[in-house]
């Protein structure tokens, strides 16, 4: 057969020149027109992307999982203001140590270390999801170094019943080698809707995550608790700094359910520069109330945590509902049984603001239900506690607490001290008041004043404190006793202003200027 073939003509000079000049042209226009084609499949990312240098440009039609999932650590993916982008997402595991970021293309306009809040909304671009129970985004075990700046997270509406618009870890964990690590959201808008039922805004069973200058909304649930940001399976580092918090149950918490991962304790958290705050048209019976009565139980809870510093932040509202009482707690508990570990080590409470609940502090040394550590050591110092309708402290069983320097305004009992002593306590420099309406420093099954302190806080440093109204015969010495609140000499109790006027006979010792402008 090949024998049989005839050999065709070969082309002469000019039609070879001519042919090499049109294949040189095609390639011209090819590597013109068509660059951004190649460029898209040899990058992986999927169409309407562009890789230019480190940065991945995805339009609104774009696959955003895709370009996570073909992003390289260092790389940034920017995402179009306005767009929304449809999820669920999965953060995978990757090598390398550089974050992968996530933004906004209008990014320059939301400047760095300033809160945002929904009045912003035109200048993220919105990750969404419309799949049941599924978070918008959630990490493959071990996955780490995503940043995400200016993205607003929420599903598609009301309708969608979802636990977790961000999931970061898991609950199952086991080993802190599956531990996803190195987070940061500055700058998003993580929310509900005001209908809807969401049960945490953020689960942070994660480490070396940081949450900035974010607006955290309508997490809310009926009949269970909710919280907008809440860890017990991560070992930290957190960083919570410059947010609005809003969540139902607890705004933040950590604890409450017990750790896979033997020994775990949530450690080195700072919360700091945050306003934790309830809507009043949330409470029963407000007049502003919308009609949807959400579980509520208080501003800030420890359960199980260690190394906590929680510094110029204002708390405000709580009330009576799934829980009566204070608006902070750091109270240890084992919740399932399988947690004797757990344990409230080391918390740092200084600078705030804790206004309009029903009580304030509540210090539990021991989990009172099943077996745990013993809690220790806290210091309350410089705080401002007003509009505190009943006791200001309950506490049983805490060792080394401090507290100092505080203004506390309530009209229960201004300690209430029950159950195990508190050994090394000490109370100086405070300024309170002894209402009618309560009774003072109260000891369970005892009396007030002096004999309760020696009941439950053995060899307590209790001085240098302005208590009005209390009878001095049944305090320590080294106090002040005026008569009235009025005695006491505040610039001006009616518009909230707690500092001392310059006739007062005693001294402050707060420092007014280290807390939150209201």
């Not at 993220?124 to 049941?132: D, M």
């Not at 049983?396 to 505080?406: D, E, H, K, L």
């Not at 300024?431 to 053995?458: C, N, S, W």
């Amino acid at each position: 057969m090949l024998s049989n073939t005839k050999a065709l003509p070969f082309p002469d000079k000019k039609m070879r020149t001519s042919s090499a000049l049109a294949v040189s042209l095609l390639v011209v226009l090819l590597a013109g027109a068509g660059v951004v084609f190649v460029l898209r499949a040899w990058s992986g990312i999927g169409p309407d992307a562009v890789r230019n240098g480190s940065v991945i440009q995805l339009g609104p039609n774009g696959d955003l999982q895709r370009a996570i999932n073909n992003a390289r650590p260092g790389e940034t993916i920017v995402l179009q203001a306005g767009a929304v982008y449809t999820g669920p997402f999965t953060l995978p595991a990757k090598t390398g140590s550089e974050f992968i970021t996530i933004q906004s293309s209008r990014i320059s306009e939301l400047p760095e270390g300033v809160r945002v809040s929904p009045a912003k909304a035109t200048l993220f671009a919105k990750l969404q999801s419309s799949e049941k129970s599924a978070p918008i985004v959630k990490t493959e075990p071990s996955a780490h170094h995503f940043k995400f700046i200016g993205i607003e997270f929420s599903t598609t509406d009301e309708k969608v019943v979802v636990h977790d618009l961000i999931r970061l870890g898991d609950a199952q964990q086991t080993t802190l080698d599956a531990v996803p690590h190195h987070f940061v959201f500055d700058r998003v808008y993580i929310h509900g809707f005001p209908t809807q039922d969401v049960q945490r805004g953020i689960s942070l069973n994660s480490a070396d995550t940081d949450i900035l200058n974010s607006y955290i909304s309508d997490i809310h649930g009926k009949g269970y608790e909710a919280q907008a940001i809440c860890g017990w399976s991560g070992p930290g580092r957190y960083k919570i700094i410059n947010n609005y918090v809003e969540g139902s149950t607890q705004n933040i918490m950590f604890g409450g359910s017990d750790p896979r991962i033997p020994n775990l304790v949530p450690s080195d958290i700072e919360v700091r520069d945050n306003y934790l705050f309830k809507p009043l048209s949330w409470k029963v019976g407000d007049p502003s109330y919308a009609g949807h009565h959400w579980a509520v139980k208080n501003l800030f809870e420890l359960k199980n945590a260690r190394r906590v510093v929680v510094d110029h932040n204002v708390f405000e509202n709580h009330w009576v509902d799934a829980q009566p009482g204070p608006a902070i707690l750091f109270t240890v508990r084992n919740q399932e049984g399988s947690c004797p570990w757990c344990i409230v080590e080391d918390v740092t409470f200084t600078n705030n603001i804790v206004k309009n609940s029903p009580a304030a502090l509540n210090l539990l040394g021991t989990d009172d239900v099943r077996p745990s550590q013993r809690s220790k050591k806290a210091l309350i110092s410089n705080n401002l506690f007003v509009g505190i309708s009943g006791t200001f402290l309950t506490m049983s069983g805490y060792p080394n607490v401090t507290i100092s320097n505080n203004t506390h305004i309530q009209t229960g009992n201004i300690m209430t001290l029950h159950g195990q002593p508190s050994p090394g306590f000490v109370y100086e420099n405070n300024i309170t008041v002894r209402d009618d309406r309560g009774y003072g420093v109260k000891g369970d099954a005892t009396g007030e004043g002096t004999i309760a302190l020696g009941q439950f806080t053995p060899s307590a440093s209790f001085r240098n404190n302005v208590i009005a109204g209390a009878n001095a015969s049944l305090y320590p010495a080294n106090n002040f006793y005026p008569g009235s609140v009025t005695d006491i000499g505040f610039m001006s109790v009616e518009n909230g202003d707690f500092r001392l006027n310059p006739r007062s006979k005693y001294k402050q010792g707060a420092n007014f200027d280290r807390l939150p402008k209201q």
